[in-house]
């Protein structure tokens, strides 16, 4: 095992003990136990995904970054077959439901949309108001967790694996990002991360390469797109994330959907 991966697992992380699930095969196991992953490339570690989970793993792409796209088209030449989800929490820009039909038609893919509980949502804005996540980083946390994180857990409750586009150099949150782990967040099924150890220009040099589709937004200086009122553009030289909850401190700017690299529990 490679002295970064040494670095990255924490100890015994493999054990699945949480939320009831059945115990992982012993070669998934094995891969987990190991850390070999860590020195693995993107493509390897979708395969192997791909290979041990089938129907049972799906892509989270947010369709406001590069990373989630890259993944799509990764995934789509392994097997065509392969699964992509996406939050849509009721305040998408136009531009990121425009490149979800687009992804559709490029791919000939079913992207299956998930959307929030309408009571749960309607209870939130009845008390708080439609823009409560101005108001106080809880109140944020509160519309992030009924629009984004509830209906995620639901969804994984479906699934052995899942895999994100999550990069350790997108802001401190995420600097210890593994490349496999079990997410024990969401009741310890796998969580892939094959591009961890990707930097940005690598991102852009793969899109660029495969013509793979993007947000619209990103041309008028919006590298990272989520809700409307919650995304802005950025200006040179800002971190890339800046303009997601650009109102907070950096260490709070996530939602909650990737909790074990958070603390406090997505920024997708």
């Known amino acids: 095992m490679s002295a970064a991966a040494s670095a990255k697992m924490p100890e015994n992380p493999a054990r699945r003990v949480s939320g009831g699930r059945a115990p992982l095969p012993a070669a998934?196991?094995?891969?987990?136990?190991?850390?070999?992953?860590?020195d693995w490339d993107a493509r390897k570690i979708?395969?192997?995904g791909i290979e041990n989970f089938g129907?049972?793993?799906?892509?989270?792409?947010?369709?406001?970054?590069?990373?989630g796209l890259v993944l799509l088209d990764m995934m789509h030449r392994i097997d065509p077959a392969s699964r992509v989800f996406v939050l849509d929490t009721g305040r998408l820009p136009q531009a990121t439901h425009d490149l979800i039909d687009r992804v559709r038609q490029r791919y000939d893919k079913r992207v299956e949309v998930l959307v929030p509980e309408a009571p749960a949502v309607a209870e939130m804005v009845r008390e708080h108001g439609m823009n409560l996540f101005y108001d106080s980083v809880e109140k944020r946390q509160l519309c992030c967790g009924v629009r984004k994180v509830q209906p995620l857990s639901a969804y994984l409750e479906g699934l052995d694996a899942w895999a994100t586009g999550l990069r350790r150099d997108q802001n401190i949150t995420r600097r210890d990002t593994p490349k496999?782990?079990?997410d024990?967040?969401?009741?310890?099924?796998?969580?892939l991360n094959p591009i961890?150890?990707?930097q940005r220009q690598q991102v852009l040099d793969y899109v660029a390469e495969h013509n793979v589709p993007?947000?619209?937004?990103?041309?008028?200086g919006y590298p990272s797109v989520g809700c409307e009122p919650c995304s802005r553009a950025i200006s040179p030289g800002e971190d890339e994330r800046a303009g997601r909850w650009w109102w907070e401190n950096p260490e709070s700017r996530e939602c909650g959907i990737h909790g074990g690299e958070e603390g406090e529990g997505s920024g997708i």
């Open 28 to 38: 998934v196991q094995r891969v987990l136990d190991s850390g070999e992953a860590e």
């Open 46 to 48: 979708l395969s192997w």
């Open 55 to 67: 129907a049972k793993l799906a892509l989270s792409c947010s369709f406001g970054a590069p990373e």
């Open 180 to 182: 496999l782990q079990i």
């Open 184 to 191: 024990h967040t969401h009741g310890g099924l796998i969580k």
């Open 196 to 198: 961890a150890d990707w």
């Open 214 to 220: 993007t947000n619209a937004l990103h041309a008028k």
